[in-house]
T-cell receptor, first 116, second 110 residues
Framework: NAGVMQNPRHLVRRRGQEARLRCSPMKGHSHVYWYRQLPEEGLKFMVYLQKENIIDESGMPKERFSAEFPKEGPSILRIQQVVRGDSAAYFC??????????????FGPGTRLTVT | GDSVTQMEGPVTLSEEAFLTINCTYTATGYPSLFWYVQYPGEGLQLLLKATKADDKGSNKGFEATYRKETTSFHLEKGSVQVSDSAVYFCAQGSQGNLIFGKGTKLSVKP
């Protein structure tokens, strides 16, 4: 059973360009989460999605950032007009439907975004 | 708001030493608690979990007990190995998103 897949693993963008990060959840998982990790920091929650629905986007910056999880295909985290402060590792996690309130999340290897 | 606080690193131990990494949490509800491990250049791997008070999670020689009275979930291992060198993250979750501590870097010397 393949794990959570993310691509690309490394992405370099110039300031003002767009970055698209993709995440394919584990087979059978219908919940996807995006986190951002800044250097020497823990992970910060960004957004929680189910198929075609955004469940919680309380951690998403209000501007330039968007996420989707379409009926078919991977989840996409999109950053428009990137700035140097967007440089970070972006991790995707997936989980099955929660049982007993337990959202056990499995993480992908991450996409390391560098903005030059 | 809800938060997780874990001991700052780095922690440097000799092989076969005893490991404790402290973790405490603040929560308005009754979260599930997790320890994740991150090896250099990789994503997070779930190490162990506990869903209610007094539950003990264990995996690969690591243990942590959900202590509601002290709001703690300390990670322990009786005898560490060089291969345990990594960054360890404590996390809590109850409504979908996980709240992480800042991580504790562990280095084990032969």
């Amino acid at each position: 059973n393949a794990g959570v897949m993310q691509n690309p693993r490394h992405l370099v963008r110039r300031r003002g360009q767009e970055a698209r990060l993709r995440c394919s959840p584990m087979k059978g998982h219908s919940h996807v989460y995006w986190y951002r990790q800044l250097p020497e920091e823990g992970l910060k929650f960004m957004v929680y999605l189910q198929k075609e629905n955004i469940i919680d986007e309380s951690g998403m910056p209000k501007e330039r950032f968007s996420a989707e999880f379409p009926k078919e295909g991977p989840s996409i985290l999109r950053i428009q007009q990137v700035v140097r402060g967007d440089s970070a590792a972006y991790f995707c996690a997936s989980s099955p439907s929660p049982r007993g309130g337990l959202y056990e999340q499995y993480f992908g290897p991450g996409t390391r975004l560098t903005v030059t | 708001g809800d938060s997780v606080t874990q001991m700052e690193g780095p922690v440097t131990l000799s092989e076969e030493a005893f490991l404790t990494i402290n973790c405490t949490y603040t929560a308005t509800g009754y979260p599930s608690l997790f320890w994740y491990v991150q090896y250099p250049g990789e994503g997070l791997q779930l190490l162990l979990k506990a869903t209610k008070a007094d539950d003990k999670g264990s995996n690969k020689g690591f243990e942590a007990t959900y202590r509601k009275e002290t709001t703690s979930f300390h990670l322990e291992k009786g005898s560490v190995q060089v291969s345990d060198s990594a960054v360890y993250f404590c996390a809590q979750g109850s409504q979908g998103n996980l709240i992480f501590g800042k991580g504790t870097k562990l280095s084990v010397k032969p």
